[in-house]
């Protein structure tokens, strides 16, 4: 059964860099999309971003400055790293695999806080 | 871009049938799949529809999906509401860019 587990830095400091890993188990990067939603905390969901294995990205043209998503094929991992981050970035954030503009797989979150 | 408006929330006693609409602002609601998902307090998202009216595989039959062009908006039903359904329930559609609706909580009495 594939699953994505991640991680990164819970806590950090304005103007820092977010930095978030996701790891793929028993499964492999072709054929998908591999993406990062968050969730502030109490709000809906937004979309940050997706990759395919190609290394063609699509960003949501909020973010589109700051963000960077990148693959390992490597190690079976894909990475978010979300540059001078606000309290306003505070947020669970997701990564997710699916097809082209969805999510059928989901990671189990990570919170991260930024505050001084 | 467009925005996809849902209802702030729902209550229904169990056993009932409920429906969540997704409006699209702008654009055909045709002109791109409806995706559905649930989202349970402390947990990440599941997909209950995909592909506007398509189940996964382990989703119930009670939980169907459809899209209205002449209203412009997607519909999520659940029928014979029980006690897990009570989440936070999401559309979501896709025009180069995602778009989450602002989520809709749904309440079992």
């Known amino acids: 059964q594939v699953q994505l587990q991640q991680w990164g830095t819970g806590l950090l400091r304005p103007s820092e860099t977010l930095s978030l890993t996701c790891a793929v188990y028993n499964g492999s990067f072709s054929g998908y999309y591999w993406s990062w939603i968050r969730q502030p905390p109490g709000k809906g969901l937004e979309w940050i971003g997706e990759?395919?294995?190609?290394?063609?990205?699509n960003y949501d043209p909020s973010l589109k400055s700051r963000v960077t998503i990148s693959l390992d094929t490597s190690r079976n991992q894909f990475s978010l790293k979300l540059t001078s981050v606000t309290a306003a970035d505070t947020a669970v954030y997701y990564c997710?695999?699916?097809?082209?503009?969805?999510?059928?797989?989901w990671g189990q979150g990570t919170l991260v806080t930024v505050s001084s | 871009n467009f925005i996809l408006t849902q209802p702030h929330s729902v209550s229904e006693s169990p056993g009932k049938t409920i429906t969540i609409s997704c409006t699209r602002s702008?654009?055909?609601?045709?002109?791109?799949?409806v995706r559905w998902y649930q989202q349970r307090p402390g947990s990440p998202p599941t997909t209950v529809i995909y592909d506007d009216d398509q189940r996964p595989s382990g989703v119930p039959d009670r939980f169907s999906g459809s899209v209205d062009g002449s209203s412009n908006s997607a519909s999520l039903t659940i029928s014979g509401l029980k006690t897990e359904d009570e989440a936070d329930y999401y559309c979501q559609s896709y025009d180069t860019r995602w778009v989450f609706g602002g989520g809709t909580k749904v309440t079992v009495l």
């Open positions: 990759m395919n294995r190609f290394g063609s990205t």
């Open positions: 997710a695999r699916g097809p082209l503009g969805e999510a059928s797989l």
């Open positions: 702008t654009g055909s609601i045709t002109s791109n799949y």
